[in-house]
């Protein structure tokens, strides 16, 4: 079988996208903001700030507070419980309206799988091991793509043991604790995003912004695609913003003296290429209660996490 690409050529090129993360920040800022004011423009200032309480987001909300002024956007935190503390309270008390799931993420771990490896692996596996003939390709390593030759987008070699993992595995968390309260308050309130997105952090998010671009039109605005992390840390200098003591302080070549991403709590997605001390050696520094529950299994009330991150090959303390 051959792999179907996307249906349409990208907009861009990744020699475009290259360009312009070399830009200056200063003019990375200009051209944020005019797609601020498309986005609003497009949506007749139907539109929302996503805010998850981290830098990202922060930066995100001061950009577009100053573009269409303070109070005119309002800020949503999709509360999931799955935030580091003091990322939540940053989100709570900067949130205008504050959205919650309906499953809790042990339940969606319970029923559905644990976050492993990457979104794009752990949607194979999942479907892989309920008999998908595609996504068992995939995993196996058989998927042929258009030049007739094995597919780039076949599961890595040390993955494929995942198939017979002793636990389930999926990319549906994002799904059920995101996606879904977010789709439901949009089609309540009729509003589109903006979104603290940049295309550096992976490959899917690249080759996002090579189809459309920072707007995707009818969807969501993700005006920083274009930044770096240190265009993030120097901004957040700059203009005094104040961020979670989990980062850390900015220091004079921009880099963060603590974690530099936070995301979901108890995913596993990426820590298997993080040096020591990973996101779950420093929880149980910072935060040994939720290290605790993270790691107890899941016969005890735990999530069962240790058991995974054995299987995977990561220390979990």
């Known amino acids: 079988m051959v792999d179907k690409q996307w249906d ?40 929302y700030t996503s805010f998850s309480g981290g830098k990202d987001s922060t930066v995100l909300k001061d950009l577009v507070d ?12 999709i509360d999931t419980g799955l935030e580091y503390p003091d990322v939540r309270e940053n989100a709570l008390q900067n949130a205008d309206i504050v959205v919650k799931p309906e499953k809790s993420f042990r339940k969606v771990v319970m029923e559905l799988g644990y976050p492993v490896a990457s979104k794009e692996i752990a949607k194979k596996v999942y479907y892989a091991r309920k008999g998908s003939p595609w996504a068992l390709q995939y ?4 998927r042929v793509g258009p030049d007739g030759k094995k597919s780039q987008f076949n599961v890595p070699l040390k ?14 968390c994002c799904d059920e604790l995101k996606k879904k309260p977010v789709r439901k308050f949009e089609r309540q309130h009729k509003r589109k995003p903006y979104l603290g997105l940049l295309a550096d952090e992976s490959s899917v998010r690249k080759q996002a912004w090579r189809r459309t671009g920072c707007n995707s039109k009818g969807k969501h605005s993700a005006p920083l695609s274009v930044w770096t992390e240190k265009d993030i840390a120097r901004y957040i200098k ?7 003591k989990i980062y850390g302080e900015v220091t004079g070549d921009y880099e963060f003296t603590g974690v530099n991403r936070t995301g979901c709590m108890f995913c596993m997605f990426g820590v298997h290429l993080e040096k020591n001390p990973n996101r779950f050696q420093h929880m149980k520094k910072h935060y040994p209660k939720q290290w605790e529950y993270c790691m107890k299994p899941v016969e005890e009330g735990g999530l069962g996490c240790k058991q995974v991150l054995d299987f995977i090959g990561v220390e979990s303390e």
């Open 159 to 172: 993955w494929r043991k995942l198939e017979n993992a002793p636990f389930q595995v999926s990319a549906r």
């Open 238 to 244: 700059e203009n005094n913003l104040k961020i979670p």
């Open 8 to 47: 349409t050529p990208p907009k861009y090129t990744t020699t475009d996208l290259i360009q312009r993360q070399s830009l200056p920040l200063e003019q990375k800022i200009l051209l944020s903001k005019k797609r601020i004011r498309e986005w609003w423009d497009e949506n007749d200032g139907m539109v």
């Open 66 to 77: 100053k573009t269409l002024g303070k109070g005119q956007v309002p800020t949503v935190f």
């Open 139 to 142: 995993l196996r390593g058989e």
